[in-house]
């Protein structure tokens, strides 16, 4: 026979299926499904928010692990790195992972930190708390780590608390198998050893009665670093074009997208990632109205334009190939509430939004605007970013919240009538870049707009700012406008001189937090 015939009778190969069980590093898209893993896993103890979960993905991508099963998340294994004092001295659970956002990662950390496993209960015996171990332990072994510590429960010693009053001796009682505790006994199968107890580690875990084992993995090809200085992330450079916007009559909702395109296209031509438009620069709108409106109509005549503004500044990010900081625009929601809504154009087509939280008494009082419910990081391709619209800047919550769910650039729109005003949000933004180590972005209107109610006068220096330590500029003002006149501000952004500044800063502000002290508890759900 042949080698033609054999081959024509030899049936063909089928397609190589897809694997059944998977592990990787967990994405954005997989928050909702590592949600539902949690809370099938904790149904006696408080969940992890989705904010939660975006700033552990956000904060250090490489530390987190998912295990998909026929395409369900089925196993989620949190780290980060932190410094050897810090891992091997006592904490609680809130002290150490930042409240649950990861927030203390340390880039230059010796020690992977192991912030949470969790595994599907119907789905234990396909060894995912083996495999989710493995993935750390390869981590450890390619980032030349010093080995793996975590605080784990103790789930038998509510029950023994009469023999082993003293959680120490029962740490001991179950290393020696004098005590049996399957979780702790898989751990010392997994080749952790015990070293010492971590009181009031996590009060919610009453049947460790608040307290954890600290558990220790050696990596034992480790090797010390030589030579001066700790090796950071490398050179991350985010350029940043904020627009100081001349308010001015327009006679035509296109004269208008042609002046905002200009501006676009002046931030495309000098590369920049990011192009940003001041708060409410839509209200030149109200310049084509043909009758003088109250300041409740001129509102509600604005929110017609949605649709179209939208549509067209989603093709400007797309057709220049940049991210758009869209300032805001009054927008009727679902609920048919009027809101100060910031919309962010992202050059892959996708649009997001924020609503401002606080609308000033202003606001209220002339536009009847009501205040948003959601604060949240939005995905871009430089990672994390926060919008904080105007007076939002003022309330240190919200860039803390951001912070915390990985945004390192937060840009703040704004839109002041006099320099008490303007002065305010600056000062208050430089406030956040300090305390976040995080940079922030404002961009502002000037001029007038006779006939707009309440838009009369404007007064605006645009700024970008910095933290206030050694690798930024010496007053914490990367770069900023002239008062009073439309232009353009550009800046390139270091995102690696901010993990610097939170591990080896002179001061610390996100790693410093007592969390034995304070925590702020959000009621959005994350």
Not at 220 to 240: D, L, Q, S
Not at 310 to 330: D, F, K, Q, T, W
């Amino acid at each position: 026979m042949t080698d033609l015939q054999t081959a024509q009778t030899v049936p063909p190969a089928e397609p190589a299926k897809p694997a059944v069980l998977t592990i990787r590093n967990a994405r954005m898209g997989d928050v909702a499904g590592i949600n539902a893993l949690v809370e099938r896993v904790y149904k006696d103890m408080p969940p992890y928010t989705p904010g939660m979960l975006r700033g552990q993905i956000a904060t250090y991508p490489d530390g987190q692990f998912v295990v998909e099963f026929e395409g369900e998340i089925v196993g989620y294994a949190a780290s980060f790195r932190i410094d050897e004092t810090s891992a091997m001295g006592p904490h609680t659970w809130d002290q150490i992972t930042g409240g649950g956002y990861g927030a203390r990662h340390d880039p230059a950390g010796a020690w992977l930190y192991g912030m949470e496993v969790c595994v599907d209960p119907a789905r234990r015996r396909l060894r995912i708390g083996q495999r989710l171990y493995d993935a750390r332990r390869d981590l450890c072994e390619a980032q030349n780590l010093k080995g793996i510590v975590f605080g784990g429960r103790m789930p038998g010693l509510a029950r023994r608390r009469a023999a082993y009053p003293d959680p120490n001796a029962y740490v001991e009682a179950v290393r020696d198998r004098k005590v049996k505790d399957p979780i702790m006994a898989f751990h010392q199968r997994s080749g952790f050893e015990p070293a010492g107890v971590l009181l009031n580690y996590l009060p919610s875990d009453k049947a460790s009665l608040g307290h954890a084992a600290r558990w220790v993995w050696r990596n034992p090809y480790y090797v010390e670093a030589t030579g001066k200085g700790a090796a950071f992330a490398v050179k991350e450079t985010v350029r940043v074009a904020t627009v100081q916007l001349q308010m001015r009559k327009v006679e035509s909702f296109r004269e208008f997208m042609d002046n905002v395109e200009y501006f676009v296209d002046v931030g495309s031509d000098y590369r920049a990632d990011f192009v940003v438009f001041p708060e409410l620069f839509t209200l030149q709108l109200l310049s084509l109205e043909t009758k003088k409106l109250t300041p409740a109509e001129s509102i509600e005549a604005l929110t017609r334009y949605t649709p179209r503004f939208v549509e067209a500044m989603r093709e400007l990010a797309v057709g220049y190939n940049v991210n758009i900081i869209g300032g805001s625009h009054p927008t009727r929601t679902e609920d048919g509430e009027i809101q100060n809504v910031a919309y962010v154009f992202l050059r892959d087509g996708s649009v997001h939004e924020q609503e401002k939280i606080h609308p000033t008494p202003n606001e209220r009082h002339w536009w009847n605007i009501k205040g948003g419910d959601r604060v949240h990081a939005i995905p871009t391709d430089c990672g994390p970013i926060g919008v904080m619209i105007c007076y939002d800047s003022e309330f240190p919550e919200l860039a803390r919240r951001l912070a915390d769910e990985g945004a390192r650039i937060l840009f703040t729109p704004f839109c002041t009538d006099n320099r008490q005003g303007y002065l305010r949000v600056r000062y208050c933004s430089q406030a956040r870049a300090i305390e976040n180590q995080c940079y922030v972005v404002l961009s502002g209107n000037v001029g007038n707009l006779p006939n707009v109610e309440n838009m009369d006068i404007q007064y605006a220096q645009s700024c970008i700012l910095t933290p206030c330590d050694f690798p930024f500029a010496r007053d914490g003002v990367a770069a900023e406008a002239s008062e009073n006149v439309e232009t353009v501000t550009v800046a390139d952004l270091d995102l690696s001189d901010l993990a610097w500044a939170k591990a080896q800063g002179t001061v610390r502000n996100l790693r410093d937090r007592r969390f034995d002290l304070y925590k702020t508890v959000w009621t959005d759900g994350g």
